[in-house]
């Protein structure tokens, strides 16, 4: 590797962790780099910004001809390392951030191989001392929990930001993409059996996967079917911590998910925002079956002597628990939650204050 292609690469790594949730240096995170990014594209994209821009504007900064920089973010955006929206006035290009959108989004660009399942062990190697430490070290939870509808729908306390079918219905593009997290744990021969295509995108970045081939149009009925699936397997809806126009629903298992690994993997119990509920258990109707210890993604239940003991802190609020229970003993209570992000704008501004950057 030349000088110039080293220097452009750790250039890229210092661009990266400016990110409102940033992206931990090491050599774990050198060696993703440099598997991902020629040397070329980790000059340009060390210079490409988080929010759009047009490449007019970028070759200028870089003081290169624009015909140089357009088939590089172009090979960037194919590659999952770029977004592009394409709009009436053109292209713009922005760097995706490494944690998330990066480390999934490659992975749903690559063909099945050799690659990609050494892209899985490499970011198996980076997943504690980067991707599940930017999560942790976050001030503001850069993910939520919402419960399953079935669980509190008597509830007359539940917000529309609380509902599944209500983030859903806010978009106007819907896209199902594979679940990341449990293909490369599938690739690295420790995934679990739970459904791959259950993995939802919304908006202006739908557009973006389906345009890339990445992911599978879809209408709401679609959307409310696959999130039936996903309940029915036992998973937790997981959600960008903001109130409106979300951009992913995850329906996560604590085994493989790369937001509740942080506390299954890494015992952060803050770094996932926990849904507005506990899950409560009337000893009087409770058999201790078990089946809500056995559901329970984070083992936040145990079932002793005669009855299941929940652990209200560690407790996600996801509701999977009373869904289950066979003798209905299991009721929702709503607890004091973290204020929720009202948009983006604000849930970024906030990691990125706690960070020092901009």
Not at 94 to 101: C, E, F, I, K, T
Not at 158 to 163: A, G, N, V
Not at 239 to 265: S, W
């Amino acid at each position: 590797m030349s000088s110039s292609a080293k220097d452009a690469h750790e250039a890229l790594a210092q661009h990266l962790d400016r990110s409102p949730l940033g992206a931990p240096q090491g050599p774990e995170l050198m060696a993703i780099l440099r598997e991902l990014f020629t040397g070329e594209e980790a000059a340009v994209a060390s210079a490409l910004p988080f929010k759009p821009v047009r490449t007019k504007a970028l070759a200028e900064t870089l003081e290169r001809p624009a015909e140089e920089i357009a088939p590089v973010l172009e090979s960037l955006a194919a590659k999952g390392l770029a977004y592009r929206r394409s709009t009436k006035a053109g292209d713009y290009y922005s760097l995706l951030a490494l944690v998330p959108g990066m480390a999934e989004a490659q992975f749903w660009a690559m063909a099945p191989g050799e690659a990609k399942l050494k892209m899985a062990r490499l970011f198996e190697d980076y997943y504690e001392p980067g991707v599940g430490k930017a999560f942790a070290e976050a001030p503001t939870p850069y993910s939520r929990v919402i419960p399953v509808g079935r669980a509190i729908e008597n509830s007359q306390e539940i917000l529309p930001y609380e509902k599944a079918e209500e983030l859903i219905r806010q978009h106007e593009h819907l896209a199902l993409i594979n679940c990341y997290c449990r293909e490369q744990a599938q690739l690295l021969g420790k995934g679990c059996e739970a459904p791959l295509d259950v993995c939802m995108v919304f908006g202006s970045f739908a557009e973006f996967a389906v345009a890339q081939g990445w992911a599978q149009p879809m209408d709401e009925a679609g959307m409310l079917g696959a999130l039936r699936r996903a309940e029915d397997a036992g998973l937790v809806h997981v959600v960008d911590n903001v109130a409106k126009n979300v951009n992913f629903l995850c329906n996560c298992c604590g085994c493989c998910c790369m937001f509740l690994q942080t506390i299954t993997r890494m015992n952060h119990l803050g770094a996932v925002s926990q849904a507005a509920y506990f899950a409560s258990v009337d000893p009087e109707l409770c058999t201790a079956c078990g089946e809500c210890a056995d559901t329970c993604q984070v083992a936040a239940v145990r079932v002793d002597d005669d009855c299941a003991v929940f652990d209200e802190e560690l407790c996600l609020g996801c509701g999977q628990c009373a869904t289950v229970c066979p003798s209905e003993a299991i009721n929702m209570i709503r607890r004091e939650a973290r204020p929720v992000p009202a948009h983006h704008g604000e849930l970024q501004a906030r990691l990125a204050d706690a960070r020092g950057v901009k």
